[in-house]
């Protein structure tokens, strides 16, 4: 809907790197119905994307519009969940045809406990255990975004909890074993720590690495030279070069 | 009272209760460079820790500071054997934020492609798994199958292993003429080799010996361990994204999950085996339903994704292979999370050893499938 009127700023540079703004994609917005018939293939494809604008005198160009969030209503499991856990529930909103419910960090293990144990919707597999660094946001750097599955429904759902620089988030572990390791990795590339782990180690990266690269912060460039000159320590060695037509050079 | 004083003694050899292994990370049926730290009771398995990241590149970092089409080959050379299950899964990600519609002639020839590498990827597993419980025979015969899948590839990507198939928004070009003919002939042959494997294995005493109670998990254990993929459904649990989450064009064709029923290696092994029959009905009802069209998508030349996020699953031979994209509007995504299906699977294998002897271990790291390319990613 937002697409008509942002057009000439969003669109501008994509203009210039589309040629000839026909087929392929014009099709889908101009005549919506007729094209999505045999198109329908993708499952998530965005609900109700653009209401086709009255045919112009020229077609608009294959411009991508803005990704719509909407807040998710009339869904029986989330009128529940906000219902049970009212305020604790900041944020419940769909993007792409995806689930997102927002949760405080004190309710987290409290909600997850109850989307795993719910029988009628049980969320039974946790998919996917990650982080976002943002930094400089207001209500915590990190974001940890927990993907679940339920078998039963066969359904998925996003749980994201924002958790503040130098604080620490409550581990689903105790809901999930599975999430064990994906938090272990979390700990080890961000920095964030799992209260409640039975065992937060770093897990990709040696125990001695310096920083959590993974944060935005960390240059990714020259970073290992620290942790490489203590541990395969540079030694010369005397070489007779004159034999060798190779010029070595010194190391930095 | 004797005994008490002999259990006492530090210096006999028969008193020792528990004593540490180290597995790897060099040792041939780790399958790459896995430590595995054991402790043993005798010969049983007390106790199992798994030490990774020895193949630590930090790919999703690289992808902070790269372009969305540059990130596509990074994708191959997580999972090295089966690097276009890798590319679907990406570029589908990265086409859902674009909400590009592919052509469906790309679709269907991107199902094709996939499932010929699911064929080569579990061809690969059969074998090693084979080598390392000591059938040596099965590795020779599978290589000769997967040798003509990779010269498939070779003909029309250009590479056997590291393949970048697709590119964002559909095909690099379309097949060449011969391209239905060769894989029909292997599908015509495919059926005959499996059975094949089969008589080498199924009734050879020292295979069932070693696969048949061993590594048992139970269903509620593995969707609690998040294990996903053929070591899921060996356990019994009818869950293929393929069926749950259709992504591609996987919607358009009539095919089984094959289940396991006692989770343990033999099950496993049963699950691989008739996926690939079902791979190969897939294949064959895409070229025979294979549209004409274009296979490229009009997409920008510069790629910049709306603001938003997406979680894309597809599966991979191995289990649940993720993305998890969040687009800033940039043309570089602000962070790409992979989900590895070896990396999380291999947290059941201290579940599935406990209790079984050493030897095992090796049947076990086997029976998970794991790649350490991926895995430490």
Redesign the interface.
């Known amino acids: 809907m937002q697409d008509e009127t942002k057009e000439p700023t969003a669109g501008d540079v994509e203009k210039k790197d589309t040629p000839a703004p026909d087929k392929q994609e014009s099709p889908e917005k101009q005549a919506a119905p007729p094209a999505t018939e045999n198109q329908a293939e993708p499952p998530k494809a965005t609900p109700s994307k653009v209401t086709p604008p009255a045919a112009g005198h020229k077609p608009p160009p294959p411009k991508k519009g803005p990704i719509l969030t909407v807040e998710i209503t009339g869904d029986e499991f989330i009128e529940l969940i906000k219902q049970k856990f009212g305020s604790a529930i900041t944020e419940t909103v769909a993007t792409l045809n995806q689930q997102i419910v927002r949760v405080n960090r004190d309710s987290l293990v409290e909600l997850c406990r109850f989307l795993h144990d719910n029988e009628e919707f049980g969320f039974d597999l946790c998919a996917d255990l990650t982080a976002v660094h943002w930094p400089g946001r207001e209500s915590g750097e990190f974001d940890v975004v927990i993907n679940l599955f339920s078998l039963p429904r066969q359904r998925s759902m996003r749980v994201k909890v924002a958790v503040p620089e130098g604080q620490s988030c409550p581990s689903v572990t105790s809901i999930w074993a599975g999430a064990n390791w994906m938090e272990r990795e979390v700990f080890d590339l961000f920095g964030i720590q799992f209260e409640g782990h039975p065992d937060l180690r770093r897990i990709l990266l040696p125990e001695d690495w310096p920083g959590h690269p993974l944060r935005k912060e960390y240059p990714i460039e020259y970073r290992d030279n620290e942790w490489t000159d203590k541990h395969l320590e540079y030694r010369e060695i005397d070489y007779d070069t004159s034999l060798i037509d190779v010029k070595y050079t010194e190391r930095r | 009272m004797q005994n008490q004083e002999v259990t006492k003694d530090p210096g006999t050899l028969f008193d020792a209760e528990e004593m540490v292994l180290n597995m790897g990370p060099q040792h041939p049926s780790t399958h790459g460079v896995l430590r595995v730290v054991l402790k043993l009771d005798g010969e049983t398995v007390v106790d199992l820790d798994c030490d990774?990241?020895y193949l630590?590149r930090?790919v999703?970092?690289?992808a902070e500071?790269d372009n969305y089409a540059m990130i596509t080959p990074y994708w191959d050379r997580l999972d090295y054997v089966a690097a276009v299950s890798g590319d679907l899964c990406y570029v589908g990600g990265v086409e859902?934020?674009?909400?590009?519609?592919v052509?469906?002639r790309a679709?269907y020839l991107r199902v094709i492609l996939t499932e010929l590498q699911r064929i080569a990827s579990h061809l690969l597993w059969l074998g090693t798994h084979a080598i390392d419980i000591g059938a040596v025979t099965v590795l020779l015969y599978c290589f000769r199958e997967r040798e003509e899948i990779l010269k498939i590839f070779e003909d029309f990507i250009g590479a056997r292993l590291t393949a970048h198939a697709f590119r964002i928004g559909g095909l690099w070009w379309d097949i060449y003429p011969e391209f239905e003919k060769r894989v029909r002939d292997f599908l015509a042959i495919l059926p005959d080799r499996i059975e094949e494997y089969e008589t080498l294995l199924n009734t050879n005493r020292i295979w069932l010996s070693r696969t048949v109670g061993i590594g048992v998990l139970p269903a509620e254990d593995a969707?609690?361990?998040?294990?996903?993929g053929p070591v899921l459904r060996g356990s019994g649990?009818k869950?293929d994204i393929r069926k749950?989450?259709?992504?591609?064009?996987y919607?358009?064709f009539d095919f089984e999950i094959p289940l396991g029923e006692n989770g343990d290696t033999y099950d496993r092994y049963l699950v691989r085996m008739a996926e690939m029959r079902q791979s190969a009905s897939i294949i064959e009802q895409a070229l025979d339903g294979l549209p004409e069209g274009?296979v490229m998508?009009?997409v920008?030349?510069?790629l910049?994704?709306?603001?938003?996020?997406?979680?894309h699953?597809i599966e991979a031979p191995k289990g649940?292979l993720?993305v998890?994209l969040?687009s800033d509007g940039t043309g570089k995504p602000?962070?790409m999370?992979i989900?590895p299906p070896s990396?999380?699977n291999?947290?059941s294998l201290k579940r599935m050893s406990i209790g079984h002897l050493v030897a095992d271990v090796v049947a076990l790291i086997g029976t998970i499938d794991i790649v350490l390319g991926e895995v430490?990613?």
């Open positions: 990774v990241g630590h930090g999703e970092k690289i500071s859902r934020l674009l909400q590009v519609e052509p469906k679709e969707i609690n361990l998040s294990v996903t649990v869950y749950a989450m259709p992504y591609s064009a919607r358009d274009p998508a009009k920008p030349k510069v910049k994704p709306p603001a938003g996020e997406i979680y699953a649940e993720g998890y969040v602000y962070r999370r989900r990396f999380i291999l947290q430490d990613r």
